[in-house]
């Protein structure tokens, strides 16, 4: 007696890298947020999210935490400074002192001396990533205001 198989083979589609799921999951819940809080948020070339408090253009950086299922976000602002650049490693390193959840750092671009103040953390979920994203909207313009202060 004969027998007939017959073998069927199901392609399953490409699974999306969790990583990559988890960096726009994050995105989107940003953007939401900040739509919610009455800002404009914008996309900028890279995909990063811009964004305005008091006048201050503000990004929202988010990248994927390698192997695990996060997204780094980076709240900063970034200024151009008509002061010389080691006042402003000073300034950066005296405002870092005791300071543990906001950095100050300070760079030069080409001729331009320039400083940065920003808000890092990590996050899988709405609900972490609207409370950070809160108290980093809480924090940084006193920080920055603090820094420009120094300035003078």
């Known amino acids: 007696m ?26 989107e819940d940003i953007f939401a947020f900040l739509k ?4 404009v948020p914008t996309f900028d070339e890279d995909r990063d999210i811009l964004f305005k ?21 980076e709240v900063s602002a970034n200024f151009t400074a008509d002061v010389p650049y080691d006042k402003l490693l000073a300034i950066s390193n005296d405002q870092n002192r005791d300071k543990f959840v906001c950095k100050c750092s ?14 890092e953390f990590i996050t899988n979920n709405r609900t972490n990533t609207e409370y950070q994203m809160a108290h980093a909207l809480r924090l940084l313009p006193g920080r920055i205001e603090k820094f420009k202060e120094e300035l003078d």
Do not use: W
């Open 2 to 27: 004969r027998r007939n198989s017959l073998s069927l083979t199901i392609a399953k589609p490409k699974k999306k890298n969790r990583h990559d799921f988890a960096q726009q999951s994050v995105r």
């Open 106 to 119: 300070a760079e030069r671009d080409g001729e331009d001396n320039c400083f940065k103040v920003a808000m």
């Open 53 to 73: 408090v008091q006048g201050i253009n503000y990004y929202a950086i988010i990248k994927e935490v390698a192997d695990m299922d996060y997204a780094y976000v």
């Open 36 to 39: 919610r809080e009455g800002y």
